[in-house]
Nanobody
Framework: QVQLVESGGGLVQAGGSLRLSCAAS????????MGWFRQAPGKEREFVAV????????TYADSVKGRFTISGDNAKNTVYLQMNSLKPEDTAVYYC???????????????????WGQGTQVTVSS
């Protein structure tokens, strides 16, 4: 099993920045990629970004491209999400997730991911 623990959420004004962290523990050798999803009240959980552990290749949702950066430290089994130029519409619970499938297809689909963190709240005020 793999356990994921997020940290770094909080309240920030529009235009500000936050950095989220996600620490993985357990059988981390199983992980092929780690990503971030978010869920706003009354909305579906949506894909934000993903990083492949071995290659470091990243992919972003169009809504965050150019503002958010996902990065990883394999030695620490930790993934980060640097969020800049935050907007009120970025307000959501942010979830860290990990999957084991090296085929990498459908990386943006929630059901692709085998492991999830508990979520951390990000609130952006206008």
């Amino acid at each position: 099993q793999v356990q994921l623990v997020e940290s770094g959420g909080g309240l920030v004004q529009a235009g500000g920045s936050l950095r989220l962290s996600c620490a993985a523990s357990g059988r981390t050798f199983r992980i092929y990629a780690m990503g971030w999803f978010r869920q706003a009240p009354g909305k579906e959980r949506e894909f934000v970004a993903v990083i492949r552990r071995s290659s470091g290749v990243t992919t972003y949702a169009d809504s965050v491209k150019g503002r958010f950066t996902i990065s990883g430290d394999n030695a620490k089994n930790t993934v980060y999400l640097q969020m800049n130029s935050l907007k009120p519409e970025d307000t959501a619970v942010y979830y860290c997730a990990a999957h084991q499938d090296s085929s990498d297809s459908y990386y943006y689909v929630r059901s692709k991911y085998d492991y999830w963190g508990q979520g951390t709240q990000v609130t952006v005020s206008s």
